[in-house]
């Protein structure tokens, strides 16, 4: 395996891990995913690392794990800020479990089309640019 691929292939694994950590603990997935060493690890990785895969296929897995971390991050804290109120605690515990899901989905997707030397879907805004 190539060293943009393996290194991809860890950054998911380390997002595995985050998530799989926040299905077997007390934690949540999105806590988990968001707060735990694995994932942050993985974050660093991906900036250290992006400008080796620039332009290529690779990019879009980057630009996948990157937008995963930071849309989760963005989604625990609209549930933090409902949970502040008696009525939006029902409506936070909807946002983390379905952001949970949406990570499991993000991660397992991802990975399995790296797995297949598959790109991401990209924005339109990010293949004009």
């Not at 735990?36 to 630009?63: E, F």
């Not at 800020?81 to 949406?102: D, E, R, Y």
Request: glycine share 8%; hydrophobic share 60%; proline share 5%.
């Amino acid at each position: 395996m190539d060293g943009p691929r393996a290194w991809c292939h860890v950054m998911y694994g380390l997002h595995a891990v985050s998530a799989a950590s926040g299905i077997l603990s007390s934690a949540t997935i999105i806590g988990a995913f968001v707060f735990g060493w694995p994932s942050i690890i993985a974050v660093i990785i991906n900036y250290v690392t992006r400008d080796k895969v620039r332009g290529t296929w690779l990019a879009s897995h980057w630009r996948w794990q990157l937008r995963s971390f930071w849309f989760a991050a963005l989604w625990l804290l609209v549930a933090g800020l409902l949970a502040f109120t008696l009525i939006g605690i029902p409506a936070a515990f909807m946002v983390i479990v379905g952001t949970g899901l949406w990570v499991l989905y993000r991660v397992i997707r991802g990975w399995m089309a790296l797995l297949d030397r598959r790109a991401m879907p990209m924005p339109p805004s990010a293949v004009a640019a």
